[in-house]
């Protein structure tokens, strides 16, 4: 049986095309440079995924600095500016590592001025060991003021190495929330896709053939709508809600991931189609229960609804097969059937609204 894309589909590919217009002609108004990460910047705030970074971009106005466009990438996580902060990082590490080589120079310098002072001390006191009385204060003054130096030079060699020893953690901190951010989504906190596929191909390398495994891949139909009618905060509460409610919906070794606007991923595990289904109906219940009150009406409120399409691992699946199998049920549950499990032979799959 062909199915015919959905008409959604259609108007979402011309939404997505008047956002990159959008995008091309924003940055150009304000004198941005047409780089990779700035582009991605301007997306994250201008489609409303993240609300906070949209404010935060109008507050620096015309031909902001490319050094503040960063900061802000930086400070969100984009995915475009993981490489950045990972080549900061590494700046930094190098500019301390050097650091604390010129420190350890300094402090080997003393030691070594220290012991050509009690080297020279020892070597009076064996050539002559009645000398005077003057002579071996002086040589003992000496002695005492190159001690003090070594001294003072490990005391900073101390003070450098504990600084040095924070600031390496922090950036060890930072490396690991820029890639972090590679696999995560910014606006809800859920793994994005490419989590999503590293988690599929983990599991299905291991996972034995009687412990089956479900891919639920959901739609939270009027989520993009609420964006578009009502703002991004409208549509980052609804997020925030519904992120909540979907990591609340799922057992301790399942998944579950933000892998489009609206769309999301539930990996559920030793699962028959049958319980996948009845998962899926649990969620769709849910997030129809879900409301979303909007600002300045209280007494008004947006409501949504989830189409689930779900596909069932056979033996020799990959990701690309189950990411496949669960898009085109998807597809087929947003016809109209609400839910709906793939089969090979997909028309006569098994629904349940």
């Known amino acids: ?43 994250d705030a201008l489609s409303g995924r993240l609300p906070q970074l949209s404010r935060e971009l109008a507050a620096l106005g015309s031909n902001p600095p490319q050094d503040a466009l960063d900061a802000l990438g930086l400070k969100h996580h984009l995915v475009a500016h993981a490489a950045l902060a990972a080549d900061r990082a590494r700046t930094a590490g190098q500019e301390t590592l050097g650091e604390i080589a010129g420190k350890l120079r300094l402090a080997l310098l ?25 002579e071996f204060a002086d040589d003992a003054a000496r002695l005492r003021d190159a001690a003090g130096r070594l001294t003072n030079e490990e005391s900073a060699l101390q003070h450098t190495l504990e600084t ?75 997020l925030a809600k519904l992120s909540a409610l979907f990591r609340k919906s799922i057992k301790k070794n399942d998944f579950v991931a933000r892998v489009g606007q609206q769309d999301f991923a539930f990996v559920c595990r030793d699962v028959s189609a049958e319980n996948a289904e009845v998962i899926a109906r649990r969620l769709r219940q849910s997030v129809t229960e879900l409301t979303v009150t909007l600002p300045g009406r209280t007494h008004t409120a ?52």
């Open 164 to 238: 040095s020893a924070r600031r390496l953690a922090e950036l060890e901190g930072d490396l690991a929330e820029s890639r972090r951010s590679l696999t995560r989504d910014p606006a809800t906190g859920l793994p994005n896709r490419l989590a999503l596929t590293a988690k599929l191909d983990a599991i299905l390398e291991t996972e034995r053939t009687d412990q089956p495994v479900a891919l639920l891949l959901a739609s939270v139909e009027g989520l993009r709508e609420m964006a578009e009618h009502h703002g991004g905060p409208v549509a980052a509460k609804a």
């Open 110 to 134: 003393q030691k070594q001025v220290f012991k050509d002072e009690l080297d020279h001390f020892a070597g009076r006191l064996a050539a002559d060991p009645v000398a005077g009385l003057s």
């Open 1 to 43: 049986m062909t199915r015919q894309v959905p008409a959604d589909a259609g108007r979402s590919q011309a939404r997505q095309a008047a956002i990159i217009l959008k995008v091309a002609h924003a940055m150009a108004s304000h004198g941005v440079a047409a780089l990779p990460r700035n582009y991605e910047l301007f997306y």
């Open 302 to 353: 947006e409501t949504l609804s989830l189409a689930a399409g779900i596909a069932i691992a056979q033996p020799g699946s990959t990701s690309a097969d189950l990411l496949s199998q669960a898009e085109l049920a998807l597809a087929g549950a947003r016809d109209g059937t609400g839910i709906l499990c793939y089969s090979a032979a997909f028309g006569r799959g098994r629904s349940a609204a």
